[in-house]
């Protein structure tokens, strides 16, 4: 069982940066892909970015490109979102997420994981 904590969202202006933090309670911590996805209101639950297990490669949608940086320590077990340039789009719940025993390309595609935080919001005024 992994058990996921987030923190760092919060209200900000348009432009601002914000950046989002998770911990993980696991042994293996390295042996996670690690994702952000985020459910806007009213909408579904989307991909934001995601890392892979060794912290090598990263994926992120095409809506926060280049705004947005996700980084993952293995020694203590965290992965951050940086999150630049924000936008009202960008409002939303943020989740940090843990996919197990993902060793292809494929650590980006929501149903790969298996562990969910509770969420932290991020608001986004104009």
């Known amino acids: 069982q992994v058990h996921l904590v987030e923190s760092g969202g919060g209200l900000v202006q348009a432009g601002d940066s914000l950046t989002l933090s998770c911990t993980a309670s696991v042994r293996n911590f390295n042996e996670y892909a690690m994702g952000w996805f985020r459910r806007a209101p009213g909408k579904e639950r989307v991909f934001v970015a995601a890392?892979?297990?060794?912290?090598?490669?990263?994926r992120y949608a095409d809506s926060v490109e280049g705004r947005f940086t996700i980084s993952k320590d293995n020694t203590d077990n965290t992965v951050s979102l940086l999150m630049t340039s924000l936008k009202p789009e960008d409002t939303a719940v943020y989740y940090c997420?843990?996919?197990?025993?993902?060793?292809?390309?494929?650590?980006?595609?929501?149903?790969?994981?298996?562990?969910w935080g509770q969420g932290t919001q991020v608001t986004v005024s104009s």
């Open positions: 890392i892979n297990r060794n912290g090598d490669s990263t």
């Open positions: 997420a843990a996919a197990q025993s993902v060793y292809d390309s494929t650590y980006y595609v929501q149903q790969r994981y298996n562990y």
